[in-house]
């Protein structure tokens, strides 16, 4: 099973970005899928979650209503809309599945089995 995330890149305050994350040996609709990222220095953070159907979602406090996460079931892709990016929006942006959708939709590392290789997010000021 491999997550590739993909998208990153380098923006302005205030731009966007939409990250990408395809899964191949593995069915994304047999799991929920969560956006980590992880800055220089600091711990990896919970971003943004969405359960297997897509019927419920998670935002951490820093990003609600400015990143939207959803699913592209026939592309087996889950993407990360991001929007009025800010510096502290930047690090590494890491893609993360469980293991099957019978088991709870977290916000820890712990909670999800597979993972991403990343993909770097830079917002200049």
């Known amino acids: 099973v491999q997550l590739q995330a993909s998208g990153g890149g380098l923006v302005q305050t205030g731009g966007s970005l939409r990250l990408s994350c395809v899964a191949s040996?593995?069915?994304?609709?047999?799991?929920?899928v969560a956006w980590f990222r992880e800055a220089p220095g600091k711990e990896r953070e919970f971003v943004t979650a969405v359960s297997w159907n897509g019927r419920t979602t998670y935002d951490a406090v820093s990003v609600k209503g400015r990143f939207s996460i959803s699913r592209d079931y026939a592309k087996n892709t889950v993407y990360l809309q991001m929007t009025n990016l800010k510096p502290e929006d930047s690090g590494v942006y890491y893609c993360?599945?469980?293991?099957?959708?019978?088991?709870?939709?977290?916000?820890?590392?712990?909670?999800?089995?597979?993972w991403g290789q990343g993909t770097q997010v830079t917002v200049s000021s």
């Open positions: 993360a599945a469980s293991q099957t959708r019978f088991v709870r939709l977290g916000r820890s590392e712990t909670d999800f089995f597979y």
């Open positions: 040996g593995h069915a994304l609709s047999d799991s929920h």
